[in-house]
């Protein structure tokens, strides 16, 4: 097949958009670099390695903000962070072989939960490709199915306009990963060519607007629903579309239930709030999807860990999907209305097209008598050992309403979506849909980077922790203030809790017989190290952990018998959700 | 936060699953709603997808790649350059329940080289090509079967006879297996291609590519 047409070019806006401090593009590498900065980008993550030293040499010279992170894993998850709490891409950068491997995945956990990311990897020069040369691996091959796009650049003269259109496709319609890789001789190459401002391939044009009749079709179902309710996803925060959300839901009285990456998507505290539905959802909002006849759907794509079983999934309801990416709309749960386009325009369209409101206070009356019926509550004994659950509330109660959380995955993650009250779009950083255990360290690092002046809680468990602990390097190297909260209960406790429930209690590989003191830890580091395991030790500390500016590390010794409820079995009804051990 | 009290540990508050109320509808595996008067499961349908896709190093890869990694059942998938060299068609023959052949749509559709994708209807002109080693012990009856398919012989040796054969599936299927008579050494099967009948685009957007083409290769003409 032919070569790559040569992308369009737009000379016109980068003149005069030179940043100061930048020298003249002369090779590839300073022209990739000079792309990223006619993108706005501040910063990046990434680590040094031989191919890609060439655009690290051009960063030398830029006054873009790079962080050097321990690991190229914990690079993409940072820039994952950044993106998520900034709207805008975050950058990592790594070399070929092992440093591109090492992205992959956080580049899956970008993919799975639409967060925009780019990576710049080295690649050794074209002329050894394919000879499995030393730190080589196929990175578009690799990451093809991971990535939204990617590329694999070809020359210097258009090396810079390629980074432009994978900024662009990340950030753009439904955001996703792109990756470029770049190969020495590449970067290396002369070049004086200025790259044109980031734009998006001919072939590519996200929908923005609902088409009208669709929309019609919707504003007439919602007005004669006696039970509706809207799902937002986290489209809803990636599309800006949060106050829209909140005008039409109280506008029209309709109860709100959210997926997990869309937490702070609508307030919690609200009174039409149901708060997060699924696997470990609080009873009311899975009641209330479970039982809905109109359900708005506004982007979200329908996971399992959401719909649980689909035969039993909202099963009464007519669903009208707001989605801005077409294929995602029928994919898992056949959608009765399709509403392709961005979410805060559908919902505007939405608004305009409605005529009059649902009459709905007994299925309002309903919703509110389930929040009575299944409080999401727990006992705290002081004799006992400390709540997972006590610890997130402390640590909400000390921090401000816009406190960013970041955190890893298991049982300390589902904990913090249920007693965490989030009230804010872009507080809530997880790893939803690949569920990456030592994701919450680095991406409290990118959170913080990108929102320096907001407090940044990271709750760790101990097993997932360890699989990232090292980047404490970096948040003291860069004098990150961060709090790390590790619910320790010496287990990765999710699987225990699962092998508790259906494998009979053999914790195989689950208990972990010893852990390190993360407080001792962290003082190896250089970060503030605490240890808590008594009750009232806990608001002290967390006074103190947060006042303390950089890093610090409270090892929580929590109560190991301590397991996530509610719970809808995977693949089960959501409707039937167990409060307890003894209703699964 | 939560009052300490004698609550039990580890238990939330609330009816048991069994005191709850259920709806009454229900879903079938494709998260369709299903009627329960009249309960019918989608059945798989073979079709043909045709995609116009720019013409960009790894397009193949990434198209076969996204079929093997969905899941989707597929029967052939083809490639060539059209009218434009920039562009090539990719002709997937797939069989698969109405929202997977959607989602094969979908899916291909958000990969960024793809121009456009269709599903081609039933009268679409689809080809295949095989070529059929057999061998050569009783030629003349080899070539009352080649001419019977309106095959070429290729090549034709002591040993054995080469033929190809062009036609719909149908016709290939059967023209293999009269072959079969004299021994298949090998055979080798290049998968529908198909384009629309008559006087219809086979993709959507391909009319105004062609028209463009025209436009800017008659420019080049007059200012030749």
């Known amino acids: 097949m032919s070569e790559q047409p040569p992308a369009t070019f737009d000379r016109e806006a980068t003149d005069g958009a030179e940043t100061a401090g930048s020298t003249p593009v002369t090779t590839g590498a300073t022209s990739v670099i000079r792309a990223l900065e006619g993108a706005g980008v501040e910063t990046c993550f990434g680590v040094q390695g031989g191919a890609i030293m060439p655009v690290y040499d051009a960063l030398y010279d830029s006054s873009i903000r790079h962080v050097t992170m321990a690991h190229e894993q914990g690079a993409a998850h ?317 640590l909400d109660e000390a921090t401000p309403e816009d406190a960013i959380v970041t955190t890893g995955v298991g049982q300390h993650q589902m904990w913090a979506c249920q007693y965490w009250t989030y009230r804010h779009p872009r507080t809530w950083v997880s790893s939803h849909g690949l569920g990456t255990m030592g994701y919450g360290l680095p991406a409290a690092i990118g959170a913080k980077v990108a929102e320096p002046d907001k407090q940044v809680v990271c709750f760790e468990g101990d097993g997932s922790f360890l699989m990232t602990c090292q980047e404490l390097a970096v948040a003291v190297r860069e004098n990150l203030d961060i709090t790390v909260a590790v619910l320790n209960n010496a287990a990765v406790g999710m699987v225990r809790q699962w092998q508790d429930a259906f494998f009979e209690g053999r914790h195989s590989a689950s208990q972990y017989p010893w852990v390190p003191a993360f407080d001792k830890l962290a003082e190896a580091f250089g970060a503030q190290g605490f240890a808590v395991h008594e009750y009232d030790e806990v608001a002290d500390t967390v006074e103190a952990a947060l006042a303390y500016d950089g890093p610090s590390v409270i090892d929580f010794h929590i109560d190991p018998g301590a397991n996530v409820y509610p719970m809808v079995p995977s693949g089960g009804d959501n409707g039937q959700f167990a409060l307890s051990e003894d209703q699964l | 936060m939560s009052e300490q009290g004698p609550q039990q540990v580890n238990r939330l508050q609330g009816p048991a699953p069994e005191d709850r109320p259920r709806p009454s509808g229900r879903r079938n595996s494709q998260g369709i709603r299903i009627d329960p008067e009249v309960e019918a499961e989608p059945v798989p349908r073979r079709t043909v997808i045709s995609a116009l896709v ?88 080899v070539q009352a079967v080649t001419e019977m398919y309106d095959g070429t012989v290729l090549d034709a040796g002591p040993k054995t006879i080469s033929i190809e054969i062009t036609g719909d599936e149908n016709k290939i299927d059967d023209a293999i297996d009269a072959f079969q ?3 298949i050494r090998e055979l080798a099967r290049t998968g529908q291609t198909a384009i629309a009948r008559g006087d219809v685009w086979t993709t959507d957007v391909e009319e105004e590519r062609y028209e463009r083409m025209h436009e800017s290769w008659q420019t080049t003409t007059n200012n030749d």
């Not at chain 1, 307030?267 to 696997?279: F, I, K, Q, V, Y």
């Not at chain 1, 509403?339 to 309002?364: C, K």
């Not at chain 2, 002709?91 to 749509?105: A, D, F, H, S």
């Not at chain 2, 081609?120 to 059929?132: F, K, S, T």
Request: aromatic share 4%; proline share 7%.
């Open chain 2, 181 to 183: 008579q004299f021994g």
């Open chain 1, 78 to 394: 940072a820039a994952d962070a950044y993106g998520i709490v900034s709207g805008d891409p975050g950058v990592c950068l790594a070399t070929s072989g092992p440093g591109a491997t090492n992205l992959v995945t956080g580049l899956a956990d970008a993919s799975m939960d639409s967060d925009p990311v780019i990576a710049l990897t080295g690649q050794v020069p074209t002329a050894f490709v394919g000879n499995d040369a030393f730190q080589e691996t196929d990175t578009t091959g690799l990451t093809a199915p991971i990535t939204k796009t990617n590329y694999f650049a070809t020359d210097s003269d258009s090396v810079g306009d390629t980074v432009g259109e994978a900024f662009a496709v990340s950030g753009t319609g439904r955001p996703g990963p792109t990756v470029v890789d770049l190969p020495k001789d590449v970067t290396n190459g002369q070049t004086e060519r200025q790259p044109g401002a980031p734009r998006t391939p001919s072939t590519y044009d996200p929908q923005t607007e609902a088409d009208e009749a669709a929309v019609e079709r919707a504003a007439r179902t919602l007005e004669r629903a006696e039970k509706p309710v809207i799902l937002a996803g986290g489209g809803v925060i990636k599309g800006d579309a949060s106050d829209a959300l909140r005008d039409f839901a109280t506008e029209y009285g309709i109860p709100v239930v959210t997926t997990m990456p869309a937490l702070g998507a609508f307030p919690e505290d609200h009174e039409l709030a149901m708060e997060m539905a699924g696997m470990h959802g609080t009873g009311y909002a899975n009641m209330a999807i479970t039982h809905c006849d109109v359900m708005l759907a506004v982007g979200c794509r329908f996971d399992d860990r959401l719909t649980g079983g689909v035969e039993t999934f909202a099963p009464d309801a007519e669903i009208l999907h707001a989605d801005i990416d077409p294929a995602e709309v029928s994919k898992n749960i056949e959608a009765d209305v399709a509403l392709i386009g961005d979410a805060g325009t559908v919902l505007e369209q939405l608004d305009s097209e409605m005529d009059r409101t649902p009459d709905i206070p007994e299925w309002q009356e309903q919703c509110q008598t389930w929040k009575a019926e299944y409080p999401m509550d727990y006992a705290a004994p002081e004799d006992r050992p400390i709540r997972p659950e006590f610890v997130v509330e402390a």
């Open chain 2, 54 to 141: 720019e013409n960009e190093p790894g397009v193949l890869a990434k198209a076969s790649g996204l079929v093997s990694r969905r899941q989707f059942n597929i029967e052939s998938l083809t490639v060539g350059t059209t009218t434009n060299p920039e562009t090539s068609r990719i002709t997937l023959v797939i069989e698969e329940p109405e929202p997977g052949i959607r989602q094969v749509e979908k899916q291909l559709e958000k990969l960024l080289p793809v121009i456009s994708v269709q599903e081609l209807g039933e009268n679409a002109i689809q080809r295949e090509l095989v070529i059929v080693k057999v061998h050569g012990d009783e030629p003349d009856k």
